[in-house]
């Protein structure tokens, strides 16, 4: 059975940080881009980070970069996303997926249809 289980949301004031992880299972880790995307209260899921398959490389939507970093570790079969600096504007609902290589279009929008594998998520919130 596949499962993407993320865990490690909250509530943090502006200005703090969290980790997000997704723990897979079920399927081979190895093969697959692993991503995050978001949805905010009312509005469309957005594609937040990609990282490829020896976690070498990430990739990051212009809004977070140098606040958010993607790694993984293969071992663990594990997706990170470390969370800096975090505004009002993060608060979403964060889910994990995986795709056999990497996305292209995702900036101009995004849908689970998208991903093989997809999470059921974590809520940060970012407030006073």
């Known amino acids: 059975q596949v499962q993407l289980v993320e865990s490690g949301g909250g509530l943090v004031q502006p200005g703090g940080s969290l980790r997000l992880s997704c723990v897979a299972s079920?399927?081979?880790?190895?093969?697959?881009?692993m991503y995050w995307v978001r949805q905010a209260p009312g509005k469309e899921l957005e594609w937040v980070s990609c990282?490829?398959?020896?976690?070498?490389?990430?990739y990051h939507r212009d809004s977070v970069k140098g606040r958010f970093t993607t790694s993984r570790d293969n071992a663990a079969s594990t997706v990170y996303l470390q969370m800096n600096s975090l505004r009002p504007e993060d608060t979403a609902l964060y889910y994990c997926?995986?795709?056999?290589?990497?996305?292209?279009?995702?900036?101009?929008?995004?849908?689970?249809?998208?991903?093989?594998?997809y999470g059921q998520g974590t809520q940060v919130t970012v407030s006073t």
């Open positions: 997926a995986a795709a056999s290589g990497r996305l292209q279009g995702l900036l101009g929008g995004t849908t689970p249809r998208d991903y093989r594998y």
């Open positions: 079920g399927f081979t880790f190895t093969d697959y881009w």
């Open positions: 990282v490829n398959l020896r976690g070498n490389v990430a």
